[in-house]
């Protein structure tokens, strides 16, 4: 349905964000995981037209993004990482706004749809509150019924999550997981639960490159038994990374535990561990080229 081709783009101050990006994405929601700095925001924009590469092209069901921007943004729905509300008008009139300039253009019919979308995404009972004095959970998900309006076949949406509390991000997953069925859903993120919740497919973004691209599942499993973990002192850490190839270090109940990659059982104190996506990512993104 999408197809990316060769894509590369570098700002002017030398930034080289995208470096020949190919990808074919197809209906469902399609996971794009990446640092930040990544590029996954240089990304988004210029599949939503907002900005242009340097070079490639990009596809959508018969549609030349670049030489038919018009056509695209027919079918796009697109919630930016910077998504900014005026804090003075209220969800339900911000919404009529928008579903006019799209083209419902008949009262009765705006009211119908506007409220809809507010039952969809759960904020019908602040219809009448100010943008401005909604939650960042609450702000998310008038950003993704703002981005729904029209009925997109392409949804983009950049890093949603970022900034939610524990109980937003569920309730924002349970609103994104609707979304995949008739649609191609592109969610970018840094957080891989994200991922692991929503997404049949995805693509770790690195460098201004896909280092890998896959099924979370069976991507996460191709580590499977080379992942261990030890539980070391604070200050060892350092030495660890100098010794192993170490994918992350994280506190657990206080005490400092590594998790390393070997072919082989590194020895006394590691214990081979139930390896997860996080793994895996920290590991693609260690590595410049991925075979697996
Ligand atoms: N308008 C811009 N001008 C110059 N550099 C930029 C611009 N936008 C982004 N960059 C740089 O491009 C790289 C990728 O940025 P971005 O696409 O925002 O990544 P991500 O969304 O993954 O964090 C970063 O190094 C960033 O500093
Ligand atoms: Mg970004």
Known sequence: ???????????????????????????????????????KSTLMRTISTLQIADSGSIEFDGIDVFDQPEELRKVLGYLPQDFGVYPKVSAEMMLNHIAKIKGIHHKSDRKTYVADLLQKVNLY?????????????????FGIAQAL??????????EPTAGLDPLERNRFHNLLSELGEDAVVILSTHIVDDVVNL????????????????????????????????????????????????????????KMNVNVFSDFAPGEGFELINNDLEDFYFYSI?????VL
């Open 199 to 254: 997404c049949s497919n995805m693509a770790v973004f690195n460098q201004g490159a896909i280092s890998v691209q896959g099924h979370p599942q069976e991507l996460a499993s191709s580590l499977d038994g080379k992942v261990y973990r030890k539980t070391i002192t604070k200050n060892e850490v350092e030495k660890y990374q100098s010794e192993y190839m170490v994918l992350s270090n994280y506190l657990h109940n206080g």
């Open 1 to 39: 349905m999408l197809s990316i081709q060769n894509l590369s783009k570098t700002y002017p101050n030398g930034t080289k964000a995208l470096n020949n990006v190919t990808l074919e994405i197809n209906k469902g929601m399609f996971g794009l995981l990446g640092p930040n700095g990544a590029g």
């Open 125 to 141: 009972k602040f219809r009448k509150r100010n943008l401005g004095d909604f939650s960042g959970g609450m702000r998310q998900r």
């Open 149 to 158: 309006i029209g009925n997109p076949k392409l949804i983009i949406v950049d």
């Open 286 to 290: 260690n590595q410049p080229q991925i």
